[in-house]
């Protein structure tokens, strides 16, 4: 890579600390990076370094970071340093990664690739089970058998992420039993007590019964997941595990592939995660790994992370470049120096935790206030930021962070009482959102419209347009009259039950029966889209305030079915609400929050990692809350470094975490705390704000403040105001089509309909596949295997591999029954015929499923002066690119550089003029995805392909047999007319100019929800 102007600026603005890690390119290196010191622009340096300085290439550069927020962030820096092949580059999770390995070498991976995953509901369901079967008197209790169920799987989950399989469970046990049977001190030998056991050692032995009952469930947890072809979250990582260590050829091919790893956020990572390090870069003595990570900030024990693999790295390479990061360009000194201090009492390797110096000079002291109770609390920090966010200060710059989700509600109320606009980061439980509480009472009563609880709670979604005086007096009548629900709301009205509306009861019956027999008939996503379309509740969504947060609760609500359908594929309703009752009765149902948009994030501490904020409040710091928090685990043994070990420090734990909140901020830091809790229960100021010197802290006078609020009863009751961002919020519009990019798909939803596109695409509106979609996917899936299996075997595998993929691919889909049957005829119908038509033809000098990344088109310069383009868009004052994207489905190498791209159909075959859009009734979107295939190509790369052809492949035979591909040449000014329509569409897209248009279809279903679109003028 030649070297660029912007790295050298770049790289000259570096400390010489930050330049010798960028510098040190080869061998082992270990960075400890303080917060604020710039650890996500030397990793984004030294990648470009390695590429300026070493014979390699971007795809032999693997970065694995802690989460997606890190990786998004590292390859858009890098983008600005490197352009496209920014997008060549191996930067992902490490679950990402593993999820990448087993995508690529499904071959190597069988019980991943032919199982399906477990969900969270049957996970808990399976651990019940086996309780109920084998005797487990300690971890069942006659009184509650179900007790310790959530605490099981915690425990089975944390082994995983510490590499520890059942097996190795079981014998860790067996020798810390026969350890305690060898200790002789365990007996009291003199006194009345003699022969008997000691209390401390009777509690041992109580640990290690429990335990033992543990091992035996994660056997019988993981036979039966084998049983079922099953598979859970964690094994991912664990399948990668085992597939390196005991393919010795696979891991070789991987050794060679990544020469330069680097991992982020190291003291975070868990064992099993830390394999995965050690085993690619085992194959030289001095690897070139370079590990970036701070002690100080290891705050995600309770996942698995184990801070002995940070520590570990010195001993395990002596030989280590080892560079401290001292030079703080975040906080003031003030800040550095309370945090410090905090952390001298902690307990930890002293060396790897430099005292930080602040460039911004010493700044103003920590404030620190507190309240009668949390509402107050919440109140102040919701006045103050109005105060900062009126004195000029970006909402986007303050940040209130609190310990754990539950702490956020006393904010939200504080906050919608408001107008300042903020953001919820953290997750809530979604299933007490009052919308999908509507929603799941439609689902509820459907099910069961015999149930007059269900039907009473129906009554009043708001989306059914009951008036609520209706509602009280049908369920009234039918309590005096003893007269079920479901008969009354069947009947005509009786004549002594005025209603306002009495056309709506029977109207909702006649819609429930209806329902109830699609969720008998349909699959289960067929079913939600069908009971949200026509009940009206999408509508309804869109039109309330708040709109864009209520779609994206939704869209998370549909999710937990989604992962339901992805391991019961034939899942219906039924199971669908026995599932959701499961997550409720364990508690583990998470999601929602608010769209990330302009205003105040709040936030758990864990959840702020790696952010920072001018101003930053935090919240509840009071003792048991931030400090001084007693260790619950239900599992201990000493003879494993994991969260299951006795060794855990949670005070140390704690530390770190208000450690990383303190440090998120730049200027300001405000620590505030109950003095009671709703009980009146008297509350003490976290032991952290004890440790801190009082001449260091400032006490904020908040009588005045105090006597306002005592008195005014307006303030805590004033109605709600702020009720989130909505579907016309440009800045979120314009944002989110530049990250998700343009593909050839989008537009030409764009061009058959803007607000297909827009609800589609851009607002992303849950909808599930229809049954010609998914039948395609299925085809699309099956060539993949099969041309993949050919290149590999380097011959033909036949018309059975092909068909016995195409089943196996077709027991993956999320069908009904019945569309499940039809797609199997039309596979086994129309592929043996295709594979007999073409086979002896193919051309195998392929590649299937080719991901183009990276091309970027320079956008109309006066887009920026365009009083419709949003400014807060636009990146230090420039125009960002607009990013293309898309997947070829095969491309056919024809002789060196020339390439001719192959896109299959599985609908019925057109001719040469309706594809190329010169019939009556064709818009020509098969050609113009030839065309775009072209325009991606000979962007990408610096254009190393020469697309001369495209060819459209029908996988179906015309109605008398015959099987059809259509062949076209395509022009460098077809790719040039399709940029000015990719680009003028993009401008309309930026600009809004499509807000007012509507498509030409009569009963276009996304142009009528336009009309429900709240406007944000």
Not at 741 to 756: D, E, I, R, T
């Amino acid at each position: 890579m030649p070297s660029s102007p912007a790295f050298e600026k770049r790289y000259h603005e570096l400390n010489p600390a930050q330049k010798a890690a960028v510098d040190a390119i080869e061998g082992p290196v270990m960075v400890i990076a303080g917060p604020g010191t710039g650890k996500t622009e030397i990793l984004t340096l030294r990648i470009a370094n390695i590429l300026l300085k070493a014979d390699t290439q971007p795809e032999n550069i693997l970065a694995l970071t802690f989460t997606e927020g890190g990786a998004f962030a590292m390859r858009k820096r890098l983008a600005e340093l490197m352009g496209a092949r920014a997008y060549k580059l191996n930067i992902h999770t490490f679950h990402g990664f593993c999820n990448e390995l087993i995508s690529r070498f499904p071959e190597r991976f069988p019980r991943i690739v032919g199982g399906t995953p477990i969900t969270d509901a049957d996970q808990l369901l399976l651990i019940e089970e086996i309780l109920e079967t084998r005797a487990f008197p300690l971890l069942r209790p006659y009184g509650d058998p179900t007790h310790n169920v959530k605490k099981i799987l915690s425990a089975i989950q944390a082994l995983k992420r510490d590499a520890v399989s059942d097996k190795a469970f079981a014998a860790i046990i067996r020798e810390e039993s026969e350890q305690f049977a060898a200790t002789p001190e365990r007996f009291n030998e003199k006194g009345p007590h003699k022969g008997k056991m000691k209390g401390v050692w009777m509690r041992v032995e109580e640990r290690i019964a429990k335990n033992e009952e543990l091992a035996r469930i994660f056997a019988a947890y993981e036979e039966r997941l084998a049983q079922a072809h099953h598979y859970d979250y964690d094994d991912m990582i664990v399948e990668a595990v085992r597939a390196l260590k005991e393919d010795g050829d696979f891991l070789l091919m991987l050794q060679e592939e990544y020469q330069y790893i680097l991992a982020d956020e190291h003291q975070d990572v868990n064992n099993a995660q830390n394999s995965v390090l050690e085993l690619l870069s085992g194959f030289h003595e001095h690897p070139n790994l370079f590990i970036v990570g701070d002690e100080k900030q290891a705050i995600f024990r309770f996942q698995g992370a184990s801070l002995e693999n940070f520590t570990y790295f010195r001993e395990r390479f002596p030989d280590v470049t080892l560079v401290s990061l001292t030079e703080n360009y975040r906080s003031t000194q003030h800040i550095l120096d309370r945090a410090h201090t905090l952390m001298s009492h902690a307990s930890g390797d002293r060396e790897l935790r430099k005292e930080l110096r602040a460039q911004s000079g010493e700044g103003a002291r920590i404030r620190i206030a507190a309240f009668p109770d949390a509402d107050a609390e919440a109140a102040f920090v919701a006045s103050e930021a109005r105060r900062l966010v009126s004195e000029g200060v970006s909402a986007d710059e303050i940040a209130v962070i609190y310990r754990q989700n539950d702490d956020a509600a006393p904010l939200i109320r504080a906050l919608e009482r408001d107008e300042t606009p903020f953001s919820l980061l953290s997750e809530q439980h979604i299933l007490d959102d009052e919308d999908i509480l509507a929603l799941m009472a439609i689902l509820r009563a459907v099910e069961d419209p015999s149930n007059d609880d269900a039907l009473g709670r129906l009554l009043f979604v708001p989306c059914l347009r009951i008036p609520p005086i209706d509602a009280f007096r049908l369920m009234g009548y039918a309590a005096d009259r003893r007269i079920p629900l479901s008969r009354l709301i069947e009947m005509s009205t009786p004549r002594d039950l005025p209603l306002a509306d009495p056309a709506r009861p029977p109207s909702l019956a006649r819609l429930l029966h209806q329902w109830g027999s699609v969720a008998k008939r349909r699959s289960l996503l067929e079913t939600l889209d069908i009971i949200i379309a026509e009940s009206g509740f999408l509508e309804y969504l869109i039109q309330e305030s708040g709109s864009l947060d209520r779609i994206e609760r939704l869209e998370h609500f549909l999710d937990i079915a989604k992962r339901l359908v992805a391991s019961k594929r034939r899942g219906v309703l039924a199971d669908f609400l026995r599932h959701i009752d499961v997550l409720l009765a364990h508690g583990v149902v998470k999601g929602g929050g608010r769209t990330p948009l302009h205003g105040i994030r709040l936030m758990t501490a864990h959840k702020s990692k790696g952010l920072e904020f001018t101003h930053v409040f935090v919240v509840g710091v009071f003792d048991g809350h931030w400090g001084g928090r007693r260790a619950h685990s239900s599992f201990r043994t000493t003879l494993v470094d994991s969260p299951l070990s006795g060794g855990d420090d949670t005070e140390g734990d704690e530390r770190r975490l208000f450690y990383v909140a303190l440090t998120r901020a730049k200027r300001s830091v405000t620590l505030t705390y109950p003095r009671a809790k709703g009980d009146g229960k008297e509350l003490h100021p976290s032991q952290f704000t004890a440790e801190m010197d009082p001449a260091h802290l400032e006490e904020i006078d908040i009588a005045s403040w105090e006597k306002r609020w005592g008195e005014g009863h307006h303030l805590r009751h004033a109605p709600r105001k702020n009720f989130g961002p909505e579907l016309a919020e440009r800045t979120f519009l314009a944002k989110r089509f530049l990250e998700s990019g343009f593909s050839v798909s989008a537009l030409n939803n764009y061009l058959a309909c803007p607000w297909q596109y827009f609800f589609r695409n851009l607002v992303r509106l849950p909808e599930s596949q229809e049954k010609f979609a998914l039948y395609g996917t299925v085809v699309h899936e099956t060539l993949e295997a099969f041309f993949r299996r050919w290149k590999e075997a380097g011959e033909d595998p036949g018309v059975d591999f092909l068909m016995e993929r195409f089943r196996f691919f077709m027991e993956r889909v999320p069908a009904s029954e019945g569309d499940y049957r039809d797609m199997l005829a039309k596979g086994e119908k129309a592929l043996p015929g295709y594979w007999k038509t073409y086979h002896a033809k193919w051309n195998t000098n392929i590649q299937c499923e080719f991901k183009v990344k990276g091309v970027e088109l320079d956008l109309p310069p006066e887009l920026a002066s365009d009083p419709a383009f949003p400014p807060s868009v636009l990146e230090d004052g420039k125009l960002p690119k607009l990013l293309l994207r898309g997947t070829v489905d095969k491309l056919e190498f024809e002789g060196g550089d020339r390439v001719n791209v192959v896109d299959y159909k599985t609908a019925q075959p057109k001719s040469r003029n309706e594809i190329e859009g010169k019939t009556k009734n064709s818009e020509g979107d098969y050609k113009r995805q030839l065309v775009f295939y072209k325009l991606l190509l000979d962007l990408y790369d610096d254009g190393k392909w020469k697309v001369e052809t495209g060819e459209i492949d029908f996988i179906e035979p015309d109605k008398s047999g015959k099987y059809h591909k259509e062949k076209f040449p395509v022009t460098k000014e077809e790719v040039e007319e399709l940029k000015g329509v990719v680009l003028r569409s993009a401008m309309d897209i930026l600009t809004f100019a499509f807000w007012e248009k509507h498509c030409e279809e009569e009963e276009c279903r996304y142009c009528q929800l336009r009309k429900s679109i709240r406007s944000c003028d």
